[in-house]
Structures are given as C-alpha cells and as structure tokens.
C-alpha cells in the first residue's frame, strides 16, 4: 500500500504526522493512483457543493433569478465573509424573493482571520449572510422558490430541495441513493458521506461535461475564484495561478476535491485526522505527483505557502512547517 502523509515539523524534528487517503479516477471510473484507503467513505462536506449547485442550474432557477457568473460561483463557495461575498449573497436572497431571516445556515466568524479580527475589533453582531455556506443557501432557497416550495425547512432531508439534490449527488458519483450515508452538516443542510473513489469520479466528470449547468458551474468558479474562496485562501489561489487547468473544493474535516479536465481525471484527499491546516499541502502534492505522471503542466510558482504552510511562533516566528512525505501508488 502506497503512503502519503503530512509531516508536522518543529525545529527540524518531525512532531506529528498525518495520514492520507487518495483517490484519483477518471472521468470513466478507471482509478489511476492512490494512497492509503481510496475506498474510505467520509462526508464530502463543502466539497460538494458544485453538485449541490446543480440542480439551481438546471431547473432554471439561476436563469429565472438572472444568476451570473459571479452568483453561480457564490453558490459553490466557502467564503471569507468579506464584504463582497456577504453583499453578493443578499443580491441573490434579494433576486427569488427571499430575505436574511429564511437562510438556515447560523453566523459564524469569518474562514478569514484578518476578516474575522476586523469584525470583531468593529463589534459587528455576525448574521447568516456571513456563514461561508449563505451563497450555498441563497441557491438552495432560489431552488424552492422555483419551483413554488415551501422555503420552510429547505435545508432539511426529505424536503424537495434535499430530494432534488441528492438525485444530483447519485447521478454524478454513480452511487445508488440509498448507498449514501447522510447527516446534518455544519451549515444545517444535508451532507453526505461515500468512499473517496466515488468523490473523484464525481470530479472528475464535471471537469470534462459539457452538460450546460455543469459548464457553466465550472467556468464560474475559474472566472471567479475570488468569490469561491477569498483572499489568501487555497482555493482562490490554486485556481488563479493553475489558469484552467484545475477545478478545487475544499470540506471540512480534512477533505480536498479537485477536477483536472485536460487529463479528464478526479481526485479526492482526506486527512485521515481531519486537520484542516493538512488539507492544502496533501492536495498540493497530489496534484504535483499526479501533473509529473500524466505529462502536465501545473505552474506551482506561488504556492509555497499552501504547499509547505510554515507554523510560528507567538511573535510570529517561524519554527516549523506542514510538509507533504511519500507517494501515490499509480496503476
């Protein structure tokens, strides 16, 4: 069995280590490589959240409510909170009908620490809007009205919204409904869990369809990565210097997604631990491992700081980092 771990270092000494689960498949369902357990069923969590969009799409709720780019991008993020993110998500409430009140998704602080620090030096009473999830939710509650649901309850499983989007979640994993395990996620809305393999292949096929809603999603979130995650973070920042080669989506608990179309391949990471701090560096090497196998060019100037995260200090000093250690295991 091939290894990939997360080295935490301090001074030179290895402190801690962990461990790595991948999957890369093709958009055919064929896996490619892999470390640890491809098949370790995890909650995908806000690496979902493309194929929870889809629906809104497809249905025509983003056409009926004039959703562009730049919401369809919302829709799919796990925001900073920063002022455009919050502003953006009110257009979109605003748009179907909807106001603050009905997002089921609780306050919370910014992903952001400056953001966060801001907030709270200003003493602003944090609402819905600033949960990371609000543009998720402003879709889903797009998705309702739509169709003339109920908005009481959208987030909740076994109604229309939930139904709708887990027909979606099945459709492109390739898994039968009942094989998914699910629960309440952090936002309140439905999360699901199922193995790795079936998160890459999911991946994998949107980064290659040409289904419109697909392709529209997709293009969204590289024509705006900014709104999918904010500033500094891994998400905005890979999608910016990898210029289209790569479609990313982190989740929480240690959970990284990511579509490489030219290679029409998926690929899913989870930290075994759930250590969030792990997740960009265990995705970084991935896809340098994969992008040196598959004959890809992925720039990687810039990323330093997500590739090995430095730890400090509390005067900020540097005393160790997160590195990636091992390899995938290539069929």
């Keep these: 069995m ?11 000494f290895v402190e801690s280590l962990h461990t790595v689960s991948v999957a ?4 055919e369902g064929t896996r490619v490589a892999f470390a640890g357990d491809p098949e370790r069923v995890t909650f995908w969590r806000s690496a979902a959240k493309p194929f929870q969009s889809l629906p809104m799409v497809q249905d025509g709720a983003a056409d009926r409510y004039g959703f562009g780019p730049r919401e369809l991008a919302l829709s799919c993020a796990s925001h900073s909170s920063e002022p455009v993110h919050r502003a953006l998500a009110m257009q979109m409430l605003s748009a179907s009908g909807c106001e603050e009140r009905h997002l089921a998704c609780g306050p919370h602080p910014s992903l952001s620490p400056s953001v966060a620090e801001e907030a709270l030096k200003a003493g602003v009473v944090l609402t819905p809007r600033w949960n990371n999830c609000s543009g998720k939710h402003a879709g889903m509650l797009a998705l ?4 003339g649901w109920d908005v009481h309850g959208y987030a909740s499983d076994g109604h229309p919204v939930q139904e709708r989007i887990q027909d979606e979640i099945a459709k492109w994993t390739g898994l039968p409904r009942d094989a998914l395990v699910k629960a309440v996620d952090g936002c309140l809305a439905v999360c699901f869990g199922l193995p790795l393999s079936a998160m890459a292949t999911a991946w994998a096929r949107f980064g290659v369809s040409e289904a419109p809603a697909a392709r529209r999603l997709r293009e969204a979130m590289l024509a705006h990565p900014e709104l999918v995650g904010g500033k500094g973070r891994a998400c905005t920042e890979l999608m910016t210097a990898f210029q289209g080669e790569a479609v990313v989506k982190i989740g929480a608990e240690g959970v990284y997604c990511a579509a490489l179309p030219r290679v029409r391949l998926g690929v899913a ?5 759930g250590d969030a701090r792990c997740a960009p560096p265990a995705l970084l090497a991935v896809l340098r491992l994969v992008a040196e196998q598959q004959g890809l060019s992925l720039p990687m100037a810039g990323l330093e700081h997500h590739a090995e995260p430095r730890i ?15 390899t995938l295991a290539f069929a």
């Design 2 to 12: 091939s290894t990939l771990v997360i080295e935490s270092t301090r001074s030179g």
């Design 24 to 27: 890369v498949v093709s958009a």
């Design 144 to 147: 309702a009205r739509h169709h």
């Design 269 to 273: 990471v989870k930290v075994e631990d």
């Design 312 to 326: 400090l200090n509390t005067r900020n000093e540097v005393v160790g980092s997160l590195r990636a250690a091992g």
